[in-house]
C-alpha cells in the first residue's frame, strides 16, 4: 500500500496536490496522510482542523476505501513537512508557479522542500486536471539521475505509460590544442552522450518493456530540453543530489524553472532515496 503524505495550506494550493493524490489514490491501494504546518499559537486551530476534516471527507468520496488521517503540527514548513515525510513514499505539495508567494507551502519553495526530504516530491500545479499521457524523465551526466529514472520507469509500467527519456548536451568551445580539439570533438562529445542516453534506456527496460520506451537526445540546455518534452505528458521526473538539486548539467535552478514552465506535475526524486 502506498503512503502518500499531502501538505495542506490554507490558501488554495493544496487544492491541486488533493486533487491529484486522490486521483492517484481512486486507480490503486493508498494510505493518506493529510499534514498542516502551523504556529498553533497565531493561527485558529478549529478552523484548521475543520479544513483537514472537509479535505479527508472528499478524499474519501472521490477514492473509496482510502484510509485518511490527519495532522497538525507546530513546525517550520520545511522541517515539519521533513519530518512527516520519513515515513512516507510520496510527498505531494501544490504550486503556483509563477506566484510562488500565493500560500505558506509554495512560499517556501517545493525544491527546497524536495531537498530536505527522503521520498521523493510530487509538485501539482494550480489547475491540475487528470492526463493519461507520457512519463518524462531528465538524465544528467552524473548518476543523480539513477532514482529518478527508476521511479519515472516503475511509473509508467504501473499505469501503462510511455515513457520518454531525455538528455541534453552542448558542444564545447573550440580549442586550438589539436589533442584537447580531438577529445572534445562535437562528434565525440556527441557520442558520449548518446552513450548516457542509451544506457539509461537499458536501465529503465529492467522495468518497463523496451518498445515502451524513447529516447531523446537534444543540443541545448537541459531545462529547454525537458520543456520541449512536456506537451501530452502526465508527468515530468527529475533527480537531486542528497544535498540539494545542483547536479550538474541539471543545477538547482533548472529544476525550479521547469517547474515555473510546465504546466504538468513534477516529481523532484533524491538521490539519497533507498529502494522500498
Known amino acids: ?12 494550493s493544496s487544492e491541486a ?6 486521483h492517484r489514490a481512486a486507480s490503486g491501494s493508498a494510505q493518506i496522510e493529510l499534514v498542516t504546518v502551523m504556529d498553533t499559537l497565531l493561527t485558529d486551530t478549529a478552523d484548521t482542523e475543520a479544513l483537514l476534516a472537509t479535505t479527508a471527507s472528499r478524499i474519501e468520496q472521490e477514492a473509496p476505501g482510502t484510509a485518511v488521517n490527519t495532522e497538525i503540527l507546530e513546525l517550520s514548513i520545511v522541517g515539519g513537512l521533513a519530518i512527516a515525510a520519513r515515513a512516507a513514499d510520496l510527498l505531494v505539495i501544490g504550486s503556483h508557479p509563477h506566484h510562488r508567494l500565493a500560500s505558506m507551502i509554495s512560499g517556501a519553495l517545493p525544491v527546497r522542500i524536495s531537498t530536505d526530504v527522503s521520498c521523493p ?15 518524462v524523465v531528465g538524465i544528467d551526466i552524473d548518476d543523480s539521475s539513477d532514482k529518478a529514472l527508476i521511479f519515472a520507469a516503475r511509473e509508467a509500467a504501473a499505469r501503462g505509460r510511455e515513457l520518454d527519456v531525455v538528455h541534453a548536451w552542448r558542444p564545447t568551445p573550440y580549442s586550438p590544442d589539436p589533442a584537447t580539439a580531438l577529445v572534445f570533438a562535437p562528434e565525440a562529445i556527441l557520442a558520449a552522450h548518446q552513450k548516457i542516453l542509451d544506457t ?3 536501465r529503465a527496460a529492467v522495468e518497463l518493456p523496451a518498445d515502451r520506451i524513447h529516447t531523446h537526445l537534444d543540443r541545448g540546455r537541459p531545462l529547454d530540453a525537458v520543456v520541449a518534452h512536456v506537451e501530452g505528458a502526465e508527468l515530468v521526473v ?5 544535498w540539494g538539486p545542483i547536479t550538474g548539467a541539471l543545477f538547482g535552478s533548472t529544476v525550479q524553472q521547469v517547474m515555473e514552465q510546465i504546466p504538468v ?6 538521490m539519497g532515496r533507498q529502494e522500498q
Open 265 to 270: 506535475p513534477l516529481a523532484i526524486v533524491p
Open 121 to 135: 516530491t510530487v509538485v501539482v500545479p494550480v489547475g491540475w486536471k487528470p492526463v493519461d499521457g507520457r512519463i
Open 200 to 202: 539509461a534506456a537499458a
Open 238 to 242: 527529475l533527480g537531486t543530489h542528497e
Open 17 to 22: 496536490a488533493v486533487a491529484w493524490a486522490a
Open 1 to 12: 500500500m502506498e503512503r502518500i503524505l499531502i501538505g495542506i495550506d490554507a490558501d488554495g
